[in-house]
């Protein structure tokens, strides 16, 4: 049995899905995050923490019990946290696998940084970021136009 | 599908050289076809800030290819100084007319418009973000000026950190071949990184605090205002202010053929002694513009293709 696999049966679920290869001590922020969906509220989380990995030397986990991850949550993890792994679990075995990318879009998830931007004036109205250059992780509001790091961007998030 | 005027970023180098023909025929239009192009056509003119220069210019264009103009100047009086929302009055004004210009103080407010109404919207400036037919006009008067805008050497002085319209035009310009770029500025008020990375590559530019280097070499000088309150240390500023102003004994290096351009008001960086040498061109920029907005109304209202 790999080291991975290991780590994977303490404690085993049936169905539901592990998020993977969390730097270690992330964990936590991950978790706090999950609190404000609202889709989280009575599923069974586990996180594990300071786990070995051989591609992170120490990692943490989450695994959680539902049938589905919200979109919403999907986006904020792959803007907060790209690099990490989501498996998805049925009977015991890993069902499939991604590994989260920063996003080119990302859709009425954040707020803009920049406070006279008309999107934090006009009520109800959403964003939109594009990624416009993968190697800073640089992203330009669709309205005001100003360019964001990622890091500018989830500080918006306040978690 | 309707079409918008919002950000310089959206057009292409096409769509810009579309708007210079356009421009030029309506220029060489008899006077009497031209005042009846968009006859019947009602735009609304919605200022959210006062910009007296700017809204004079775009009902002046619209009058006078035959159409009518309604709107407001600032939002003291409107529903706006209720609460009411940008979606709400752009939704309320586009029952009313056959296209909007808007100005607002917010950045992006143009682009929600945009984004709303089912009617043309052009942009006349959104907070410090854009303001693209100022910078389609800029084009149209080098344009005019040169006969060409591929190759030119063109200076930026003043306020390069800041100016919205310095932005702009050196992404536009970018869009050409050839043009070399004398940035003349104070060492605090230099070109950002982000501007000079163009989607072209890197710009052709030479930067420089001396305005007397620019004057002696360049096609084309465009000045900005250098404002005081973008100095945290009003010494700074009695520094620099006067490096940067043009007068008549300054030109007397300039080639002949140097024109000199502003986006205005002056205020003190041109001597009103230059007004009267053949380098002024800062106020047929004006009829430049009147003509190039015109061009772009022609064009969205589709009065012309
Ligand atoms: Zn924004």
Not at chain 2, 52 to 70: D, K, N, Q
Request: aromatic share 6%.
């Amino acid at each position: 049995m790999s080291p991975e696999e290991k780590v994977l049966l303490i404690p085993k679920i049936e169905n539901g899905f592990v998020i993977d290869h969390i730097p270690a001590g992330a964990g936590g922020r991950l978790l706090h995050l999950m609190q404000r969906h609202r889709e989280f509220d009575n599923v069974l989380i586990t996180l594990g923490q300071h786990y070995s990995s051989r591609r992170l030397g120490r990692k943490d986990l989450l695994k959680i019990q539902a049938n589905e991850l919200p979109s919403r949550f999907l986006q904020h993890l792959a803007l907060l946290m790209p690099g990490v792994t989501v498996k998805r679990i049925r009977d015991f075995k890993v069902a499939e696998k991604v590994v989260m990318e920063t996003p080119d879009l990302v859709h009425e998830i954040l707020r803009c940084p920049n406070p006279n931007c008309i999107t934090n004036h006009e009520r109800g109205m959403g964003t939109t970021f594009h990624l416009v250059e993968r190697e800073t992780k640089t992203f330009r509001c669709n309205h005001c136009e100003r360019h964001f790091t990622q890091t500018a961007l989830t500080a918006t998030l306040n978690i | 599908m309707k079409r918008d005027l919002i950000s310089i970023e959206d057009l292409s180098l096409r769509k810009i050289l579309e708007f210079l023909d356009l421009a030029r025929r309506i220029e060489g239009m008899p006077l009497a076809e031209r005042a009846h192009l968009l006859d019947g056509r009602l735009l609304g003119v919605l200022f959210f800030e006062p910009s007296t220069r700017t809204r004079l210019s775009f009902e002046a264009a619209m009058l006078r290819l035959g159409g009518r103009t309604i709107g407001f100047s600032e939002v003291a009086s409107t529903s706006v100084a209720k609460g009411e929302s940008l979606s709400d009055t752009i939704r309320t004004v586009e029952q009313y007319c056959d296209a909007i210009v808007i100005r607002h103080p917010r950045e992006g407010a143009a682009r929600l418009a945009a984004e709303v109404s089912r009617l043309p919207v052009i942009n006349a400036g959104d907070g410090a973000n854009q303001h693209p037919t100022q910078t389609l006009l800029d084009l149209y008067t080098l344009q005019h000026l040169f006969g060409r805008i591929d190759g030119l050497r063109i200076a930026l002085v003043g306020d390069l950190k800041y100016s919205r319209t310095v932005h702009s035009l050196v992404h536009a310009l970018a869009k050409f071949s050839g043009i070399e770029f004398v940035l003349v500025s104070p060492e605090s008020l230099r070109l950002p990184e982000y501007v000079k990375a163009v989607p072209e590559g890197r710009l052709q530019a030479r930067e420089t605090t001396d305005l007397n280097e620019a004057i002696a070499t360049c096609d084309a000088i465009y000045m900005t205002r250098i404002q005081r309150e973008r100095f945290p240390d009003p010494l700074e500023y009695e520094k620099v202010k006067d490096s940067y102003l043009l007068d008549r004994a300054a030109l007397r290096r300039a080639k002949p053929h140097l024109k000199v351009l502003h986006p205005l008001p002056r205020v003190n960086e041109i001597a009103p002694d230059v007004d009267a040498t053949p380098h002024a061109a800062y106020f047929p920029q004006v009829g430049y513009g009147l003509i190039m907005r015109q061009a772009i109304l022609a064009s969205l209202l589709g009065g012309m293709s």
